[in-house]
């Protein structure tokens, strides 16, 4: 498994020896989109010298993004253009100052009419403009699709700070950063709490690989599972919160489970093999892991107590990373191309496999919570950066542009229901 390899390789010889920018590539989807309008937002005349990018730009970057609209934008309502884009809705809307705080104004139409559809009103700080705005993005969702958006989560990443392997967060679309980590050492493989209030990550501060947990309302870095000498890679369990990762032992690297609240902690698969990349499903009844006990890395899913273990990838000769859809049905993963990673899809039974990037390596695939989008890391650039395509794998769209960033892992559905 080249990268879970790799990362035991830098493991052993360890132990032993600013705002970025959204670049899109376009490319033709075979999963059909809605055309929606997005007609440019009236400004008062307040200074909005601190917005990052004008409101229409956000809320037609949230529809790109989606895997559900394409974004027809126009300066102002045309109804020529937007029909023959078939777009039947379009949004606009204005944003103003009113007793200190920035009020903005989203509304939704019906393009041939020009009747108001729904509208919505957000009340902010200035430097939280950007959160109403993916609020609207989410609302108009909902309203056409009958589903909530995921333009209100956020996404976790390893980035390179100083030389030294950090967490951030940030919004979904990079923008927002927030350092996570600030010690001295190597920290990577992030994961999210079930609620979203916690980080979960693995750390070389201690001269060896623990997993420890971040409260995102703290600043203080908690030890899990002390007794256990070298663990890495957690996944938590979307249900309850226990955590499945990869324990380094003597007679190889097996998956274990462990409880964060008590720290009790017990092995759920024993072999003399590499196993690595655990991943949940979506109810918590099951888990994917990677493993070569075959001879070479494949895709296998286990029972939640590690029982009746079956193989799932049968296409190619090395597969790793998999994750779980949100719905159960498919799962990603990487699988090596002529040297070279990329990300794949194919059902829980490994059936209906389809190759999603094809430029660079492509690795750690995350999906959207919705399932509509996959957010993964890719060096197609030059240096490690981070995208989101459509489940299809077009509309590649990388959201950092600058260092080196990493291993995207996508946060859960916001539990508060439509905003």
Not at 23 to 28: A, C, Y
Not at 43 to 70: C, M, V
Not at 185 to 212: E, H, M
Request: proline letters at 4%; charged letters at 20%; one cysteine or more.
């Amino acid at each position: 498994m080249r990268f879970s390899i790799s990362v035991l390789l830098f493991l052993c010889a360890w132990l032993y020896a600013q705002q970025d920018t959204i670049t899109m590539d376009i490319s033709v989807s075979t999963d059909k989109t809605l055309p929606i309008g997005v007609v440019n937002f009236e400004l008062d005349k307040s200074d909005w010298s601190k917005l990052e990018e004008l409101p229409q730009k956000t809320i037609a970057r949230d529809f790109n993004l989606s895997g559900r609209f394409s974004s027809v934008e126009s300066e102002k309502y045309n109804l020529l253009t937007l029909s023959q884009a078939r777009a039947k809705h379009y949004v606009t809307g204005k944003l103003s100052m009113k007793d200190g705080q920035a009020e903005l104004e989203c509304k939704l139409y019906a393009t041939a009419s020009k009747e108001m559809v729904k509208g919505f009103v957000y009340k902010s700080s200035i430097d939280l403009i950007r959160t109403s705005l993916h609020k609207c993005s989410d609302n108009v969702v909902y309203q056409l699709w009958g589903v909530q958006g995921f333009a209100s989560t956020q996404i976790a990443w390893v980035r390179k700070v100083d030389g030294k392997k950090q967490i951030v967060i940030a919004d979904y679309d990079g923008f927002r950063r927030k350092q996570i980590t600030s010690h001295n050492s190597v920290n990577f493989l992030p994961a999210w709490g079930a609620d979203n209030s916690k980080i979960y990550f693995t750390s070389l501060r201690n001269g060896k690989p623990q997993i420890f947990e971040r409260n995102l309302s703290g600043a203080a870095d908690k030890l899990l599972f002390p007794q256990i000498d070298q663990a890495f890679g957690p996944a938590v369990n979307p249900k309850d919160g226990t955590l499945l990762f990869s324990m380094i032992g003597q007679s190889g690297t097996d998956i274990w489970q462990g409880n964060p609240q008590t720290g009790s902690a017990g092995r759920l698969i024993y072999t003399s093999s590499i196993e690595v990349s655990p991943s949940w499903s979506p109810h918590g009844t099951a888990f994917l892991f990677s493993s070569d006990k075959g001879g070479q890395p494949q895709i296998y899913m286990a029972f939640r107590d590690g029982s009746d273990v079956q193989r799932v990838s049968f296409f190619g000769k090395y597969n790793e990373s998999a994750v779980w859809s949100p719905d159960g049905e498919r799962i990603a993963y990487c699988s090596m191309d002529n040297g070279r990673l990329n990300i794949y899809t194919s059902g829980i039974d490994g059936s209906d496999v389809q190759k999603l990037t094809f430029e660079g390596n492509n690795e750690r695939p995350t999906w959207s919570p919705d399932g509509m989008s996959i957010a993964f890391s890719s060096d197609r650039s030059g240096s490690p950066q981070i995208y989101i395509m459509r489940r299809d794998g077009s509309g590649a769209t990388r959201i950092t542009n600058t260092g080196e960033n990493s291993s995207p892992v996508w946060s859960n559905q916001n539990k508060g229901g439509i905003p």
